[in-house]
């Protein structure tokens, strides 16, 4: 690691004092607090950073940049920092400043006939949802569980939603980068001055960079194109509960053709019972032991609470007649199993809740009050090819795994089209150290487990890059040493978000040779 | 090709609860009460999340932050800037000590 000696941190926050204003600097203790994850299993102070910087304007970040890199002071962008379950606010390593773009946040254009928005880093899925809804644009967002995060920072961590748009990654059309030399860059159609399509033809001229700046440490993104769907006329919702877990692979194997062929074009998500359970009441109205809730007791909850092992709905969008076609044949996929779906149906005009488009909510956070302690979480997102044996060899792998090591198992698959994204949760208390060392543990087993069978992360915590890094090992890791010759390459400095996805700066990678 | 360039100003941050605000509280808008709304309406009113972890930890009728008997300033601005049990830390740059200091204030004179 390089410490940042605390002159030079000074002269630095000093020089950027003067750019964006003291006021929008942070110093060591406030900068800790600010930033810190408080709901990793570890002392969240052990990796705060040393200072932050909100800056308002794209020019006063190319300036922090500049500075940055003269002074060889590490920065670590964030959008709004709500990544919960994969480190919050905080950075890899503390020895950064934070570069906190909350306070660029406005919605610069939306455009109707084309369904698409261009956003700044700060603007929430609720500022956007509100923004259209306010102004009665039919256009809807896709968004995560919950809706306080950034839809700039989500769909660069190619976060995932609920809509035919929920594969947020590929909705993104556009983006105007900061490089680490402080130049501003276009990606895509926007590199050609005055471009009229820059948020409609994804690809450009020459090779297409918009994704090689996700989940990466290549550039600040300071502006992001993003194609909305337009408001369908009608959204036909199917749910189903299953009763044993054993029928996740049927069900699985039910949905597959449905996705694969474009019936099903929302991605429907498999959720078992703890997660269902844990947005109702706390753990201790089941079961007061310790240990993972016992099957028998978990049954009893499962049948008092009227709800399924395993609960999903798929979602259909569009016009009425498709919608009502589309139905009978989910319904047929689904008739060898012993379930009904329950319909419902929601008609443009009518109150959007219930429709399937995503409203501002909080209410998927309650999960870390499930255990009544100070609560944690650290999520872990293997994928799982589309089948239905590969996925319930990964659900009781990973389950047992976590009910070997005292944890419940809270999970689901949400479905892409050819793949699921399995994202499983380890909740914990915080005041526990037993249980976090549990957890820290459980967490670097499951990498190991899940990459020795041919499964690896779609994205992680920031405690994990490294080892999950290590994890996508053919050829000895050419991909991640492609990243890091990249990564000196337009990064020369060694300032952005050093070790963001296992990916080090020249500078950083002697110092640990 | 109807572009609409909206919203030159900075959007509101934080969950739509200004509908809900005005279906809460007929009332006069009192200083700090509409950041209340707006910035901690998405978890501390009736139902949100905040108010349900709460209410398994408070006496019966103080888990809605507005009907708190006793909420001192002081406590809120240390529990909305350091974070406390389920609820992260909200930092400055999101929310600014003056606007802090206007909901604690709004809390602290309640109910
Ligand atoms: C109960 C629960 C449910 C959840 N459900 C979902 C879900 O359904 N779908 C889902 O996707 N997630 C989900 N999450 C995870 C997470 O909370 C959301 O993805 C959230 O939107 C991420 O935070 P953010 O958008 O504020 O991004 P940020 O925290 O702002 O950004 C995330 C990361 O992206 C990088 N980054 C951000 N902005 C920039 C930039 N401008 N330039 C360069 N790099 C940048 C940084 O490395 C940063 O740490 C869930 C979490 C919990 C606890």
Not at chain 1, 1 to 14: N, V
Not at chain 1, 57 to 78: D, F, H, K, T, Y
Not at chain 1, 281 to 310: C, D, F, M, T
Request: glycine residues 10%; contains cysteine.
């Amino acid at each position: 690691m390089i410490a940042i000696d605390t002159a030079r941190l000074e002269q630095a926050l000093t020089r950027i004092e003067a750019i964006v204003g003291a006021q929008y600097v942070w110093r060591e203790e406030e900068a800790r607090h600010g930033y810190k994850d408080a709901m990793a299993p570890r002392d969240p102070m052990s990796y705060a950073p040393r200072g932050a910087v909100a800056p308002a304007s794209v020019e006063e970040v190319q300036a922090i940049v500049r500075v940055a890199g003269e002074l060889g002071v590490a920065l670590w962008p964030i959008s709004r920092g709500k990544n919960f379950g994969y480190g919050g606010a905080a950075p890899h390593i503390s020895d950064v400043v934070m570069l906190d773009l909350v306070r660029m946040n406005r919605i610069l254009e939306v455009n109707v006939d084309m369904g698409y928005a261009v956003v700044e880093p700060g603007v929430g899925f609720d500022d956007l949802h509100n923004h259209l809804v306010e102004n009665n644009i039919p256009l809807w967002i896709s968004a995560p569980a919950h809706t306080w995060g950034s839809v700039l920072g989500n769909a660069l961590e190619r976060g995932v939603g609920y809509t035919p748009y929920g594969e947020h990654a590929s909705k993104v059309c556009g983006l105007e980068i900061v490089t680490g030399t402080g130049e501003l860059l276009r990606t895509g159609m926007g590199a050609l001055e005055g471009a009229k399509t820059w948020q409609l033809f994804p690809y450009g001229f020459g090779p297409s960079w918009d994704a090689a700046f996700m989940q990466s440490n290549f550039g600040v993104a300071t502006k992001m194109g993003l194609w909305l769907m337009p408001e369908p006329e009608h959204t036909l919702n199917l749910a189903m509960a299953f009763d044993r877990p054993e029928d996740l692979p049927l069900g699985v194997e039910a949905l597959r053709p449905l996705k694969l062929d474009g019936t099903v074009q929302a991605n429907p998500s498999f959720g078992n019972i703890i997660r269902n359970l844990s947005v109702r009441a706390p753990r201790s109205e089941y079961y007061q032991g310790e240990g993972p809730i016992p099957a028998e007791v978990l049954e009893q909850a499962r049948i008092k609470s009227g709800v399924g092992h395993w609960n999903f709905s798929i979602r259909l969008f569009g016009d009425k007649a498709v919608n009502r076609i589309n139905a009978e044949k989910v319904k047929r996929a689904f008739a060898h199993l012993p379930y009904e779906f329950d319909v419902s149906e929601w008609h443009r005009g009518e109150p959007l809740k219930g429709s399937g488009s995503p409203t501002p909510t909080l209410a998927a956070l309650g999960v870390v009050d499930w255990l009544g302690g100070p609560g944690g979480h650290l999520t872990f997102s293997p994928v799982s090819p589309f089948t239905g044996a590969e996925a319930w060899e990964q659900y009781t792998t990973i389950r047992a795994m976590y009910e070997e090591a005292g944890f419940d198992y809270y999970g689901g698959f949400t479905a892409g089209q050819r793949y699921l994204n399995h994202i499983s949760m380890i909740l914990f208390n915080r005041n526990d150290e037993d249980m976090m060392a549990r957890a820290n543990r459980l967490f670097s087993d499951l990498i190991e487990v899940a990459a020795a069978r041919g499964w690896g992360e779609y994205r992680t915590h920031t405690l994990y890059y490294d080892q999950i890094a290590r994890s996508y090992d053919y050829n000895n890791g050419a991909l991640r040493r492609w990243n890091e010759t990249v990564k000196d390459a337009v990064d020369p400095h060694g300032i952005i978000a050093p070790g963001k996805m296992g990916i080090w700066p020249r500078r950083y990678r002697e110092v640990r040779a | 090709m109807s572009a609409l360039t909206i919203r030159s100003l900075p959007v509101v941050a934080l969950v739509g609860a200004l509908s809900l605000a005005h279906a809460a509280e007929p009332e006069a808008a009192q200083p700090g009460q509409e950041l209340f709304l707006e910035r901690c309406g998405g978890c501390h009113l009736e139902g949100g999340f905040g108010t349900r972890v709460l209410a398994r930890r408070v006496p019966e009728g103080q888990a809605e932050l507005q009907k708190r008997a006793v909420l001192p300033a002081a406590l809120i601005t240390l529990v909305v800037r350091r974070g406390l049990g389920s609820m992260p830390q909200i930092r400055e740059a999101e929310l600014s000590d003056a606007d802090l200091a206007a909901i604690a204030a709004y809390l602290e004179q309640r109910p």
